[in-house]
């Protein structure tokens, strides 16, 4: 009768591994305690550095958490460059529950899960818009689907590099928080994963897996969602949700471009809107508003920065080199924080005009108004590789698009002209932009 209920701080009973970390999975939010940078070593080195995570397992009434240590730096080597192409490599610690200690009174031999948790690098597949391993990629590099892992970091390895530069590391740990703090007055919100991507020129379209928190009450519950693959009907809006107590993605009716946004059944939470054309899939949207002015994908304001596309005007980085652009953002409330870094390859990569790239949000129509034209939305650096690094900011274009400033010495002020073919210099292969900032969403 009283199976299911447990109780771990009793002397007459044996516990279950499980128990000790059940508490800290639903408490926090997060895998990393603190610790596990990853830093540059020597040629195609990274170094992990010591820190303590929870490691999640499991889900529902189910969901437990590893407590694990790295207590000293630990040293892998990835694999050789591409000659022709970058890709980008994942570092992932794992708990490998195949392992088997000896049973027993405690000994060195099984102290402290000798040989369960353990770091290994992933890498990802050459291409010249690499992109990071996948789900599968990753369970298959640490041995199965059911080994619980957390990814620390992506590196980006360039085609024939033989030594890595730190600024080629993006940052993915999720440091823990306590969850009840948080709960206070806090809605719905996607926590992981529940990004959409869609097959250019086709109605063909996915949805990752992920964890959803959904307010019940006032108490955040939460709620883990699989993948999802889904073909789209010719022009329409299509609005995607999480629901309490259901693994699957759910879709609402499907609304004409444009029209009234569907209800948001009870206990749920919106996740994205994938928007049709004609014959295929034009865009999908998340983590902001969608066109309509619904809140699609709110966020709890610690979850990771999300990568993002921008589509540039006079501005084509080509293939070859370094060639290639890696864009993130956080939206948090009405808050948009992001950054850019964007390289011209060696071939094909040209620069014709004002450089103008795509917001990761819609910016609010004060900062879009042509009246109040001027809106500066952050800070550019503009790099020649060959000679000088310039200083410059972001400009607001239009509620959709900014473009860069080059700013230069004038007789008495700061004088500024927009960051054109030969502005602040004549562009060429190797040189780049980084650029990030923060502005107000619509």
Known sequence: MYDNFKLYNYSKSLVSPEGYGRHESFFLSGDIINGFETVIGTGLQVTVKPGNTIIRNGSGGNASAHIASLIADFTSTLATADASNPRIDAIVLYVDTSVSLPSGTPTAANLDGLGVFKVKYVSGTPNASPTAPSIAAIQTAIGSTSYPYTIISNWRVNAGVTALSQDKCTDTRVFAAPTNPRALGQGSFIESGGVASFTASTLNGAIAAGLAWISVGGVLVPQPFNSLNFTMAASKDRYFYVTLGNNTIQAATDASNGGAAPTLPANSVWINVAISGASAITSVKQW???AVGVPIYPDNGQGAWRPWNPTFTNWNTGTGGSAGTVATYK???????????????TSGQSVSGTITFSLPVTANAELANSITEGYEIGLAKLLDQFTNAYQGRVQVNNATSAFLIAEGA????VAQATANATQPFTWGSGDMFVAEGFYEAA
């Open 288 to 290: 902001g508003e969608a």
């Open 331 to 345: 939206q948090i409330g009405k808050t948009v924080f992001y950054r850019i870094r964007s390289t011209l390859g």
């Open 410 to 413: 004038a007789a008495t002020f």
